[in-house]
């Protein structure tokens, strides 16, 4: 993320680009652990809570690595929430169920974020105030909706300890599932290994931009229907 927009050469959009992050890892990391630990907790299992993470104190969930990647290249993570699925009715529906808060909260706080920017697009339209505060509201709300979007597709990658290996558990038998975690270290620094070489990216992008035009598309139905 920042070191893509420091190849604009535009300090005002690496500046805006830093807090928009720092949003992200301070406000929206906590939310995502937070809806994890919440839904663990509904469906049985009070693990969560009993080892601090129900609560959205950002000091409770950052991880210094995963917040870096944010800052970096626009996507991350913090620490995993502790849960225990044999608290679980079903175990494997209660963590696959766990797995989705996360991205799901993602989700949900880029599309507000989407919200925002055209409430902003809106009254700057209707007042003639385009100067420069609103427009770095406009680019701050844009930024942190795309980055809560690549951190929906990254935490949904089938790889662990990401959100989207816990998914993956509803459709593979579990032999070949605990053979899968055996390499969890291998698979994950091979990932990360590829994110920084840049042959992720485009798949990554991508899968974000669908997301991305879906909420944007619904998000700016009222800026069309007012400013048209």
Do not use: W
């Amino acid at each position: 993320m920042i070191a893509d927009l420091i190849r604009t050469g535009d300090m005002s959009q690496v500046i805006i680009g830093l807090l928009a992050s720092i949003f992200v890892v301070f406000c929206t990391l906590p939310i995502h652990e937070y809806a994890h630990a919440f839904v663990a907790t509904k469906l049985g299992d009070d693990t969560p809570r009993l080892k601090g993470r129900l609560t959205l104190n950002p000091m409770a969930h950052i991880d210094i690595i995963g917040a870096l990647m944010i800052l970096i290249v626009g996507f991350g993570y913090a620490k995993p929430v502790p849960v225990n699925a044999r608290r679980f009715k079903n175990p494997k529906k209660g963590m696959a169920l766990t797995a989705l808060a996360g991205p799901v909260s993602n989700i949900l706080m880029a599309f507000i974020c989407c919200i925002l920017k055209y409430i902003f697009a809106i009254f700057a339209a209707k007042t003639g105030n385009s100067g420069a505060f609103i427009q770095a509201l406009i680019l701050f709300a844009n930024l942190a909706s795309q980055i809560n979007v690549g951190l929906a597709v990254f935490n949904l990658l089938p790889i662990p300890p990401l959100d989207g290996s816990k998914i993956l558990a509803l459709v593979i038998p579990p032999k070949y599932y605990f053979k899968y975690l055996q390499y969890e270290r291998y698979i994950i620094l091979g990932v990360f290994l590829l994110i920084f070489i840049g042959i992720l990216d485009k798949p990554l992008s991508f899968l974000s931009g669908i997301i991305l035009n879906g909420l944007n598309f619904i998000a700016s139905i009222p800026y069309n229907l007012i400013v048209g």
